[in-house]
């Protein structure tokens, strides 16, 4: 069942005190048929909305608004949570409109949608504010304000730029009185994160993600320059973290309410200074548990791609309940990696930091951009040739190179006046949104939806729970995880990453800028393409299924091996496509080999 917008119930005991009313809502994003993107349960949980959440909760708890002022608060994830604003409308009236709805952690793509919630409440009285990436990338790196929040600006909507720690009082105090600013902006004032109030949604806001997850931040802040990326230039690029105390109390928290799965959204949590500290105390935390019967920490991480160089994080990282881990592969060219400004990605340490984890016994998914300068349809699908082959890779992920608003790519763009789509909703990293110097879009969009089809074939499908049973991973819980990444796209048409399990539409919930359908095409339509969607699926996991039932019957399953997974050697840059498939590939292995030479020649002299 989807949780609808709830009402909030007053205590008769505190009727006479005045209640101000926060709605919080993430929202989600419009389809290619202008229906918001929801499901009955979503994959990723919203840490934005977690981290509001406790800021304004702790506020409450602190009666920051005053003795006599009660705070009710509300958060919804619009992912599997329908949004009804005449709810909200009504909530709001029956509070004389004092309070605040806050469009938290919104995305450039999910800014039309921010804007349509906001239309309604703003023409009703209702204060709304919206804050998250696309405002404060906005604000950081384009000159004066943009259309699309002078939109939300004349709407009366408040526009939020940085983080809140230590201002949502403030923020609160301003809203009570009847004087929110137009704008906030402390994206040259980023709050430290020790001992602030540690992002904790109650269950039941969580019971709409799958398998009960919930996120944090152990950190906010990267080192590295990429230019595709918004979070250096929005979170800054040096790291700030939470401490190991911080996140002892949050897993504690949410293993008392029975919330064991954890996903930490730290884009480089190898970067953090403490992440030693953070993964022996969880280590610790999941012995304890242990011991008294409770539930094992489920962790998941997102690293770079050099995490294996740091002495003993990977083995930390699994004693601390790390199951699976996000990498920034990004493109096995070195010329696009440079072109992009990360050079920190070294294509001579993917097998041996793949390997790694995979001895580990940690489920590797990795981000691999399509729309470099330097790629072509057909270098697409050698690369992916290549990575199937040679890289111990687990679950591989497309996304199409985006200048999204707070980057450097896009800062580029505009200040060149190049042509960018002017839809936002199409900002969502699946669709090409400019040109590009070797594809037309229609090429480029097209490759995209080829590369899942030749990656997720039936012969890697195959190959990948092989390797898995031959280095002693979890078959079951790869295949499962295959089975989402290799159906999302191909039956949904929607990134595994704003997926779920079974997906909601509902009639009148559509893009205002598109007519609302007839009942008597919308209602079949649904029903029947619901339908047939459920048969591709059953399909296509029986067919995985078989096959995970297959190898784990095999006897000489522990036998099994290739290229990917045969350990690495000092001829491989010599034989593997993967150091020899370009000039680029022949480049950076000699690059490497000059570095080693000469830090060779100092430790001996």
Same mark, same amino acid.
């Given at each position: 069942? %989807?949780?609808?917008?709830?009402?909030?119930?007053?205590?008769?005991?505190?009727?006479?005190?005045k209640?101000?009313?926060v709605a919080?809502?993430?929202?989600?994003h419009?389809?290619?048929?202008?229906?918001?993107?929801?499901?009955?349960r979503?994959?990723?949980?919203?840490?934005?909305?977690?981290?509001?959440?406790s800021?304004?909760?702790?506020?409450?708890?602190?009666?920051? *608004?005053?003795?006599?002022?009660?705070?009710d608060?509300?958060?919804a994830?619009?992912?599997?949570?329908?949004?009804?604003?005449?709810?909200?409308?009504?909530?709001?009236?029956?509070?004389d409109?004092?309070?605040?709805?806050? *469009? &938290?952690? &919104?995305?450039s793509?999910?800014?039309?949608?921010?804007?349509?919630?906001?239309r309604p409440?703003?023409?009703?009285?209702?204060?709304?504010a919206?804050?998250?990436?696309h &405002?404060?990338?906005?604000?950081?790196?384009?000159?004066?304000?943009q259309?699309?929040l002078?939109? #939300?600006?004349?709407?009366?909507?408040?526009?939020?730029?940085?983080?809140?720690?230590?201002?949502?009082?403030?923020?609160?105090h301003?809203?009570?009185?009847g004087?929110?600013?137009?704008?906030?902006?402390?994206l040259?004032?980023?709050?430290?994160?020790?001992?602030?109030p540690?992002?904790?949604?109650?269950?039941?806001?969580?019971k709409?993600?799958?398998?009960?997850?919930?996120s944090?931040?152990?950190?906010?802040?990267?080192?590295?320059?990429?230019?595709?990326?918004t979070?250096?230039? %929005?979170?800054g690029? @040096?790291?700030?973290?939470?401490? #190991?105390?911080?996140?002892?109390?949050? %897993?504690?928290?949410?293993?008392?309410?029975?919330?064991?799965?954890?996903?930490?959204?730290?884009d480089?949590?190898?970067?953090?200074?403490?992440?030693?500290?953070?993964?022996?105390?969880?280590?610790?935390?999941?012995?304890?548990?242990?011991?008294t019967g409770?539930?094992?920490?489920?962790?998941?991480?997102?690293v770079?791609?050099?995490?294996?160089?740091?002495d003993?994080?990977?083995?930390?990282?699994? !004693?601390a309940?790390?199951?699976?881990t996000?990498?920034?592969?990004?493109?096995?060219?070195?010329?696009?990696?440079a072109?992009?400004?990360?050079?920190q990605?070294?294509?001579?340490?993917?097998?041996?930091?793949?390997?790694?984890? @995979?001895? #580990?016994?940690?489920?590797?998914y990795?981000?691999?951009?399509?729309?470099?300068?330097h790629?072509?349809p057909e270098?697409?699908?050698?690369?992916?040739?290549?990575?199937?082959?040679?890289?111990?890779?687990?679950i591989?992920e497309?996304?199409c190179?985006?200048?999204?608003?707070?980057?450097?790519?896009?800062q580029?763009?505009?200040?060149?006046?190049?042509?960018?789509?002017?839809?936002?909703?199409?900002?969502?990293i699946?669709?090409?949104?400019?040109?590009?110097?070797?594809?037309?879009?229609?090429?480029?969009?097209?490759?995209?939806?080829?590369?899942?089809d030749?990656?997720?074939? !039936?012969?890697?499908i195959?190959?990948?729970?092989?390797?898995?049973?031959a280095?002693?991973?979890?078959?079951?819980?790869?295949?499962?995880?295959?089975?989402?990444?290799?159906?999302?796209?191909k039956?949904?048409? &929607?990134?595994?990453?704003?997926g779920?399990?079974?997906?909601?539409?509902?009639?009148?919930d559509?893009?205002?800028t598109?007519?609302?359908?007839?009942?008597?095409?919308?209602?079949?339509k649904?029903?029947?393409?619901?339908a047939?969607?459920?048969g591709q699926n059953?399909?296509?996991?029986?067919?995985?299924?078989?096959?995970?039932?297959k190898?784990?019957a095999?006897?000489?399953?522990?036998?099994?091996t290739?290229p990917?997974?045969?350990?690495?050697?000092e001829?491989?840059?010599?034989?593997?496509?993967l150091?020899?498939?370009?000039?680029?590939?022949?480049?950076a292995?000699?690059?490497?080999?000059?570095?080693?030479?000469?830090?060779?020649?100092?430790? %001996?002299?």
């Amino acid at each position: 069942m %989807v949780v609808s917008q709830p009402f909030v119930k007053v205590d008769p005991d505190s009727r006479a005190a005045k209640r101000f009313q926060v709605a919080l809502i993430k929202p989600s994003h419009y389809d290619d048929d202008g229906y918001v993107i929801q499901w009955a349960r979503s994959f990723i949980p919203s840490n934005s909305l977690a981290v509001v959440y406790s800021l304004v909760e702790d506020s409450r708890q602190r009666r920051a *608004l005053g003795d006599d002022v009660e705070i009710d608060i509300t958060a919804a994830d619009e992912i599997n949570t329908r949004t009804r604003i005449p709810q909200i409308i009504e909530r709001f009236r029956g509070h004389d409109f004092f309070g605040l709805v806050f *469009l &938290v952690g &919104v995305q450039s793509n999910q800014f039309p949608r921010a804007l349509d919630i906001a239309r309604p409440l703003r023409a009703a009285g209702v204060p709304v504010a919206i804050g998250g990436f696309h &405002v404060s990338g906005c604000v950081a790196m384009l000159p004066g304000i943009q259309s699309d929040l002078q939109q #939300a600006l004349d709407l009366g909507v408040t526009l939020y730029a940085g983080e809140l720690e230590g201002r949502c009082d403030d923020l609160l105090h301003d809203a009570a009185a009847g004087r929110l600013q137009p704008i906030y902006n402390y994206l040259n004032d980023l709050p430290s994160l020790e001992g602030t109030p540690t992002p904790l949604l109650p269950r039941k806001y969580l019971k709409g993600t799958f398998s009960l997850q919930t996120s944090f931040d152990a950190g906010r802040g990267c080192p590295y320059q990429c230019s595709f990326c918004t979070i250096i230039n %929005v979170q800054g690029r @040096k790291s700030r973290g939470r401490s #190991a105390d911080d996140i002892e109390r949050l %897993v504690r928290a949410n293993m008392a309410q029975g919330v064991n799965w954890f996903f930490m959204t730290d884009d480089n949590f190898a970067r953090n200074k403490d992440w030693e500290l953070i993964l022996d105390r969880l280590a610790a935390l999941r012995r304890e548990f242990a011991a008294t019967g409770q539930k094992d920490i489920k962790l998941v991480i997102q690293v770079d791609t050099l995490c294996h160089k740091l002495d003993g994080f990977i083995e930390k990282a699994r !004693a601390a309940g790390v199951v699976r881990t996000f990498l920034g592969l990004e493109s096995i060219n070195p010329d696009n990696l440079a072109s992009a400004k990360k050079r920190q990605n070294k294509i001579t340490e993917y097998r041996q930091m793949l390997q790694a984890w @995979k001895r #580990a016994g940690v489920i590797t998914y990795a981000g691999y951009i399509l729309g470099f300068p330097h790629d072509t349809p057909e270098s697409i699908a050698e690369d992916i040739a290549i990575i199937q082959k040679e890289l111990p890779l687990d679950i591989l992920e497309f996304f199409c190179l985006t200048p999204l608003p707070g980057s450097e790519d896009h800062q580029r763009l505009f200040q060149e006046g190049a042509p960018m789509d002017a839809d936002l909703n199409r900002f969502d990293i699946e669709h090409a949104v400019t040109a590009h110097p070797r594809m037309s879009r229609d090429e480029w969009q097209g490759t995209y939806f080829k590369a899942w089809d030749l990656y997720y074939s !039936a012969e890697h499908i195959e190959r990948l729970l092989r390797r898995t049973a031959a280095t002693g991973g979890g078959v079951s819980r790869l295949a499962s995880m295959i089975f989402l990444f290799s159906s999302m796209v191909k039956v949904e048409r &929607v990134h595994p990453l704003q997926g779920g399990i079974l997906r909601l539409k509902y009639r009148r919930d559509r893009r205002p800028t598109l007519p609302a359908e007839s009942p008597w095409l919308f209602y079949p339509k649904l029903v029947f393409g619901t339908a047939f969607k459920l048969g591709q699926n059953l399909r296509h996991w029986l067919w995985i299924d078989g096959l995970r039932r297959k190898i784990l019957a095999d006897p000489n399953r522990a036998g099994y091996t290739d290229p990917a997974i045969t350990p690495v050697d000092e001829h491989e840059t010599e034989e593997l496509e993967l150091f020899t498939h370009s000039q680029a590939a022949h480049d950076a292995v000699e690059h490497i080999r000059k570095v080693e030479k000469l830090t060779h020649a100092k430790s %001996v002299a």
